[in-house]
């Protein structure tokens, strides 16, 4: 177990992030999750058994100084930090006409400076690892939707992607863009529930986050895909 990787997950609470911790502490992992609500981390921690392998930290993934404290907390609980997965977003009612300007400052700041503060706080510990950068990214930003803001913020972590692969594939860090289709998260509690159709499961995505760690380390697998059959788009 002491030399099992480590993978910091952010938004790790519930939804992808909770499925994607579950996987790999199964396969051995050790994990840290942050959040931002104490009560789901902690119910998180009870219902995967309270594994000494799992590190719940309370963090708002678009505050640099408590995103540095938990790849701090990290590196000082494992002794390591091996993969950073940038999973934490959240969504907003309605397109750039009938959307609620209110909303949409947290969704731009979770969705975008969110993964950007995360890869410039973990760079160091990658680097000694050769690690992996992972952002959770989405089919809305590889397609134009109509007024869709939510859409543009993941284009931003699209491009995000591989900017800095560009920039950390020298130091033999890989940077991986997963941009999944529709997904059963929690994400769409705010538009109440998911709209009629195909659809992903969390597991599903915790499969292909793993799949993405575990590769070679020569291997740098840059933008997976994931639709659901059935999907158009």
Not at 213 to 218: G, L, V, Y
Request: charge should be negative; proline fraction near 5%; include cysteine.
């Amino acid at each position: 177990m002491a030399n099992s990787p480590v993978t910091l997950i952010t938004g790790g609470s519930s939804g992808i992030g909770a499925a994607a911790a579950r996987l790999l502490l199964n396969q051995g992992h050790r994990v840290a999750v942050t959040g931002r609500d104490c009560n789901r981390l902690a119910r998180l921690w009870s219902e995967l058994g309270e594994p000494a392998g799992l590190l719940t930290l309370a963090a708002d993934a678009s505050d640099y100084d408590a995103v540095q404290r938990a790849v701090e907390s990290t590196v000082r609980e494992f002794g390591r930090l091996d993969a950073v997965v940038a999973n934490a977003g959240v969504g907003a009612v309605g397109n750039l006409a009938d959307g609620d300007p209110a909303e949409w400052r947290e969704m731009i700041l979770t969705n975008v400076l969110g993964p950007a503060l995360l890869i410039k706080a973990a760079l160091p510990a990658l680097k000694a690892t050769r690690g992996r950068i992972v952002l959770i990214g989405s089919i809305a930003g590889l397609i134009y939707s109509e007024g869709n803001l939510y859409g543009a913020a993941k284009w931003a972590v699209t491009a995000l992607a591989e900017n800095t692969r560009l920039m950390v594939t020298g130091d033999g860090i890989g940077v991986t863009l997963i941009a999944p289709g529709r997904v059963q998260t929690p994400f769409w509690d705010v538009h109440g529930g998911p709209p009629d159709g195909a659809i992903l499961t969390a597991d599903q995505l915790a499969s292909a986050i793993a799949w993405t760690i575990s590769q070679p380390a020569n291997v740098d697998v840059n933008t997976v895909t994931i639709r659901p059959v059935g999907s158009a788009v």
